[in-house]
């Protein structure tokens, strides 16, 4: 778990954003950020909840999916991540915090938007792991346009939706045969599927596709013992952030939140650990807000 020896203000506990330039070419590393996001490298602290349990994270590499491999490792999970090769550096890094922990690690370099990709990866995990617990459909792709439905073109829609929705899809459906009772599906969707904001018009609308699709994955599998829950992050610090929004736009990023700041990966990991875990046993077809006190409803 998060280690909870020093409260500390919410609101003050991580300095604001730093407007990293726009040098940075998407899909962005972490390494290029001026303020390298917190992941729980140093913080997070396991206590068994997921021992010996085998984990597939899409997007793993940085952000979010990295933070959430370090969680699931240090809980005992052995973990497969993938990413893009643009992203294979970030990967390794990941990589190597999960063997840190004394977890098996295994990277995957995957275009998701390819179908038989997804495929590919269920089939490196199984062959590595032998089955699988936890899938964490976490991949996505933005790009913020300040001009809305009109700066959109067809090519930018077909792949915010081939990346954020098809592949989920795509990825739990060859997942499916290896899924057991007591497996965990997870998604990640947003704030922006219930409060959409106009510059990222395409990506809010394939976050409100994610949890829909877990709603009623959720009851379809309910009678296989397979829990699907979802994770609706607000404003979040990854190199996804100055890879896809304007200078002016990053530096007050995450000011909209009640909290008034973004989040770091590390305070989204422990929602993501609880919906893998058999602490949330009962728990399915629902989306967890871990948004800064932004309503989802």
């Known amino acids: ?9 919410p609101r003050t506990q991580y300095p604001g954003p730093v407007a990293d330039g726009d040098d940075i070419e998407h899909p962005g590393r972490t390494s290029q950020m001026d303020s390298e996001p917190d992941h729980g490298e140093r913080t997070y602290r396991g206590s068994g909840r997921l021992t010996d349990t085998a984990a597939v994270i899409t997007g793993g590499d940085s952000g979010i999916g990295r933070a959430v491999a370090i969680a699931f490792a240090r809980e005992g999970a052995d973990v497969l991540i993938t990413c893009l090769p643009d992203e294979e550096e970030d990967a390794k890094a990941t990589a190597a915090l ?20 997804n495929a590919r990866v269920v089939d490196q995990a199984v062959a590595a ?11 996505a792709y933005q790009m913020s ?11 930018q829609f077909d792949r915010v939706l081939k990346t954020n929705v098809y592949a989920l899809f795509w990825l739990c459906k060859a997942a499916l045969p290896h899924l057991g009772p007591g497996a965990s599906i997870i998604t990640t ?13 395409d990506y809010a609308a394939s976050k409100g596709a994610i949890v829909n ?41 995450g000011a909209q939140a009640p909290l008034g700041r973004p989040a770091q990966p590390a305070e989204l990991a422990p929602t993501y650990v609880y919906l893998a875990s058999q602490e949330s046993g009962y728990v399915t077809g629902e989306t967890i807000a871990v948004t800064g006190g932004s309503p989802i409803t």
């Open 213 to 253: 699709f877990t709603k009623g994955l959720a009851l379809d599998l309910v009678d296989r013992g397979i829990r699907v829950n979802s994770v609706a992050p607000g404003p979040v610090w990854t190199p996804l952030i100055p890879a896809t929004m304007p200078p002016d736009k990053v530096k007050s990023f």
């Open 98 to 117: 999960v063997t840190d922990a004394g977890r098996r690690a295994e990277v995957v370099l995957a275009d998701l938007t390819v179908e038989s990709e």
């Open 189 to 201: 969707s947003s704030v922006q599927a219930f409060q959409p904001s106009p510059h990222l018009l």
């Open 1 to 9: 778990m998060a280690d909870q020896s020093t409260r500390r203000d």
């Open 129 to 139: 792991f032998g089955r699988i617990d936890v899938l964490v459909c976490n991949a």
């Open 145 to 155: 346009r300040d001009g809305g439905l009109a700066e959109i073109d067809t090519a």
